[in-house]
């Protein structure tokens, strides 16, 4: 017989914990009681580290996995919290990717049913888990572009210099947010190019306004070259972890990195590719940097039926205006300025 329980659904618990409203509680971490309990207490709505919709099912501390594991969505854990004096162990689940939230909604709910008819909370997960198994290892997203892999991989290496300078460095991070530049502070802006390919010089610019300095300002291209390698230091998400630690408003900033395209640093597609830093170059962008502006052009406009400019520039022909470590080290700190 099910057993359905009256409590609010995981997806409203979820909107309401991301919102700030968990229950006045001396446990560990923000979450909300269902109305559903096993033996070890009550089942509750949580988020992980970075927003993350996340249930926690008690259970006793003298249980083992079984064969409990965690799928390439779902990560499955045993956690420990004090609360009111006493340790408490739960099976945790989190679900790693934005786009099976609500396929893990429904695996909640039926957990809940389980435990509502009868079953302990480590065999309620276990089989719900099994059942579902197939609908949670599909991969909802589209696969992500090697392009755009390296591409946020560079801005948040640059990110964590800038963040090791001051916790308040990210919100030179303006791409995201929609400023044509990638990181901005004051009128100073800087352009981060990414290639995967040693002693390529060569970068693609998109549109006549990408290296054009902020009005009465300057602008900065930074050329970093990656290679790919297997348990590669710099990934997505060792990057997306350590700048989210560092930041005094994590928050904020997975919210950025989301507006990046990628919802979760952990997301598996994000992660297919990790790197090694091969080298880094910046350049200040001003006269004479081989570029397509506007100001450069008859009428300062494009030609009449022209539009959706993309090109290419070789690097190797703006040598006299790369910066030395020196000036890139001042520059950086600039920028991590708040």
């Given at each position: ?120 909370g480590l065999e309620a997960a276990a089989t719900t888990i099994s059942d579902f198994r197939d609908l949670l290892e599909r991969n909802q997203s589209s ?102 630690a560092k930041a005094d408003d994590p928050a904020a900033l997975a919210k950025l990195i989301g507006s990046a395209g990628c919802s979760n640093v952990d ?72």
């Open positions: 017989m099910s057993h359905k329980h009256d409590t609010m659904s995981a997806l409203d618990a979820w909107a309401l914990l991301r919102a700030g409203k968990s229950e006045a509680s001396d446990l560990q971490a923000p979450t909300l009681r269902t109305d559903i309990s096993t033996p070890a207490g009550p089942v509750r709505y949580s988020l992980g580290n970075y927003s993350e919709a996340r249930i926690l099912v008690p259970v006793p501390s003298t249980v083992s996995s079984g064969t409990l594991a965690s799928t390439r969505f779902l990560k499955v854990t045993f956690s420990n919290y004090l609360h009111a004096g006493r340790s408490l162990c739960f099976v945790d689940l989190t679900c790693l990717s934005r786009n099976l939230e609500l396929v893990f909604g429904e695996v909640v709910e039926e957990i809940l049913t389980r435990i509502a008819g009868g079953m302990n696969t992500v572009a090697q392009t755009a892999i390296v591409g946020l991989v560079g801005e948040l290496y640059y990110l964590n210099r800038l963040l090791a300078h001051s916790p308040c460095g990210w919100k030179a991070w303006r791409g995201p947010a929609g400023d044509r530049h990638d990181f901005r502070i004051g009128n100073s802006s800087l352009e981060v190019k990414t290639t995967s390919q040693a002693g390529n010089t060569v970068i693609t610019i998109h549109g006549t306004d990408q290296l054009l300095p902020p009005s009465g300002g300057s602008l900065h291209l930074l050329h970093l070259t990656l290679e790919a390698v297997a348990g590669g230091l710099l990934s997505v998400s060792s990057l997306g972890q350590s700048a989210l997301d598996p597609a994000w992660n297919a590719m990790a790197y090694h830093l091969e080298s880094e170059n910046l350049y200040k962008v001003s006269d004479g940097f081989p570029r397509i502006v506007l100001n450069t052009m008859a009428n300062g406009s494009l030609p009449a039926g022209v539009s959706d400019v993309v090109y290419k520039v070789d690097l190797s022909c703006a040598q006299e205006h790369r910066l030395d470590e020196q000036a890139a080290a001042s520059l950086e700190k600039e920028f991590a300025s708040c």
